[in-house]
């Protein structure tokens, strides 16, 4: 069974910086999709970054792209998620996801645009102006 676990989240002001982290545990693959999404209570959930665990591939959110990089930590199934620049509207619980690679009909195997059955309990950004 996976299990992944975020720790990082806080509240700072616009324009300053956090990092999110994620452990995973229980994967039955070696190579996976791992990252983020989030949702503001009341909103649809809203992908933000993932990384494929076998290459490093990333893929992002239009809205975070530039200013968010997600970076990974294969021999300990972690990922994070460092958010430079952030802005109010950056506010909302993140979670980490994952889940195994999707390469049927795909070019890319992992992307903010797929869903995903494995979701941490989720850690809460505050970004204040």
């Known amino acids: 069974q996976v299990q992944l676990v975020e720790s990082g989240g806080g509240s700072v002001q616009a324009g300053g910086s956090l990092r999110l982290s994620c452990v995973g545990s229980?994967?039955?693959?070696?190579?996976?999709?791992m990252g983020w999404f989030r949702q503001v209570q009341g909103a649809k959930r809203e992908g933000v970054a993932v990384i494929y665990t076998g290459d490093g591939r990333e893929s992002y959110a239009d809205s975070v792209k530039g200013r968010f990089t997600i970076t990974q930590d294969n021999d300990k199934n972690i990922v994070y998620l460092q958010m430079n620049n952030l802005k109010p509207e950056d506010t909302a619980m993140y979670y980490c996801v994952a889940d195994p690679p999707l390469w049927v009909g795909n070019t890319e195997p992992c992307s903010v645009r797929y869903e995903y059955s494995n979701w941490g309990k989720g850690t809460l950004v505050t970004i204040s102006s």
């Open positions: 229980g994967f039955t693959y070696t190579r996976n999709c």
